[in-house]
């Protein structure tokens, strides 16, 4: 069993950056992701790493300004996010996958899940 927990979300103006944290227990864990959310939208990939080596995946939206790293000793996932914008505003979650087959884009490959923390980007 693994338990997710996220922190480091916040009010931000656009332009501003925020380092988004993911504590998790457990090590029966092959990738994490993050994934973000808005009001009435689906739930969408942004960044995943497998934890053995990490190797990253990237949405195409993030184009060069997040950054997805982990802290192997610390069973810390971390999402950097830069250069943010309004359309970034989302609840952000964190999720691990029991295996380390691909794609990992896919909301549903994923096992475990935590609550979100909120970002929200100012114009």
């Known amino acids: 069993q693994v338990q997710l927990v996220e922190s480091g979300g916040g009010l931000v103006q656009a332009g501003g950056s925020l380092r988004l944290s993911c504590q998790a227990s457990g090590r029966s864990k092959y990738a994490m992701g993050w994934f973000r959310q808005s009001p009435g939208k689906e739930r969408e990939f942004v960044a995943a790493?497998?934890?053995?080596?990490?190797?990253?995946n990237y949405a195409d939206f993030v184009k060069g300004r997040f950054t997805i790293s982990r802290d192997y000793a610390k069973n810390t996932l971390y999402l950097h996010v830069n250069s943010l914008k309004p359309d970034d505003t989302a609840l952000y979650y964190c999720?691990?996958?029991?295996?380390?087959?691909?794609?990992?884009?896919?909301?549903?490959?994923?096992?475990?899940w935590g609550q979100g923390t909120q970002v929200t980007v100012s114009s």
């Open positions: 999720a691990a996958k029991k295996s380390y087959t691909g794609p990992y884009y896919y909301k549903d490959e994923y096992d475990y």
């Open positions: 790493i497998r934890w053995s080596d990490g190797s990253t």
